[in-house]
């Protein structure tokens, strides 16, 4: 077993593989994430983004393969690996009958900071989501997004060299869910903190300086967001038909098949000099309703999980 690594990556995993039984969550996953980089790993439901997350932050042991966080092997040492990172989880950790400052009291103990250094630690991050006056309140007092700030504020006092993110805007309001990618860009350019990020709201992974797909525990190619939207298509064309059989083996020849979804048939148009217009008058009124834009994130997304050809791409 190697224990340490010199390099500049915060994160490095080689053939990490967990398996339950014959079922593999995670299959020979091998990342090199570079220091201070915001990185999302997205996929649908089951596909392995928790159990990667669970495995990198020694919640659960690797079945094989080995995996090092700022050049230390976390199966070398769990302990001071736990030291360097911190966790957003899914669902939140902390106690609703418990104050703010009880529960980010508590958590600094773990991290062994002292009262003084946790009392400025929850003042400086009490202070950016504005809940200073909010200190001494129950959980049970506050709003969804002010618990979720308190989740993030939990995973961030004791200054984590890598902080991950598991779906940590999940079921929030824009107005909150801005407030939180503020502050963690903060982070970033302050703390040069490295961020590990799983969402299901794509249009928040857009702001990654790399993404990488994951699908049945495999990983797939990936890259920065804005590349893999150009790589994509030129164009989206989206049509409402409730002939949706006849219209897509009438177009199916000149773009290729579509994904369905009840009456909506939606084409990605790789050529940059299709006349819409023109294609809008020949369907006439076997359609209901046509659009064409730029494609973004989430069809890049619904394109690599929904497509009728949609395959996994190991790395």
Request: hydrophobic share 40%; with cysteine; proline share 4%.
């Amino acid at each position: 077993m190697i224990t340490s690594i010199n390099t500049p990556l915060a994160i490095k995993t080689h053939g990490l593989c967990k398996q339950y039984g014959q079922s593999f969550a995670v299959n020979q996953l091998n990342l090199e994430i570079e220091a201070g980089q915001f990185y999302g790993l997205l996929g649908p439901n089951g596909a392995g983004k928790t159990t990667t997350i669970h495995m990198l932050t020694t919640m659960t042991v690797a079945t094989s393969g080995e995996a090092w966080i700022a050049g230390q092997n976390i199966e070398e040492d769990p302990v001071a690996t736990r030291g360097i990172v911190g966790l957003v989880f899914q669902d939140s950790a902390l106690d609703r009958t418990m104050s703010i400052d009880e529960n980010l009291q508590f958590a600094a103990a773990l991290y062994n900071l002292t009262p003084m250094q946790a009392n400025k630690r929850i003042d400086e991050l009490l202070a950016v989501f504005g809940l200073q006056d909010q200190r001494n309140k129950k959980l049970l007092a506050l709003s969804g997004g002010q618990r979720r700030a308190v989740d993030i504020a939990r995973g961030v006092l004791h200054k984590p060299k890598v902080l991950f993110l598991d779906e940590p805007t999940i079921g929030l309001d824009l107005p909150n869910r801005r407030a939180i990618w503020r502050f963690v860009d903060r982070l970033r350019r302050e703390e040069g903190m490295t961020i590990f990020l799983t969402t299901h709201y794509l249009e928040e992974a857009a702001a990654c300086d790399h993404v990488d797909f994951i699908q049945q525990g495999l990983l797939q190619k990936g890259g920065t967001p804005t590349a893999l939207v150009q790589q994509l298509a030129e164009t989206i064309l989206e049509i409402d038909t409730e002939q949706p059989q006849i219209i897509a083996d009438q177009l199916s020849p000149l773009f290729g098949e579509p994904i369905q979804e009840d009456q909506q048939l939606s084409f990605k148009i790789t050529a940059s000099d299709v006349d819409f217009s023109a294609l809008q008058k020949t369907l006439g009124d076997s359609v209901s309703a046509m659009q064409w834009r730029r494609p973004n994130l989430n069809d890049v997304y619904l394109w690599r999980f929904c497509a009728p050809d949609s395959t996994v791409e190991k790395q």
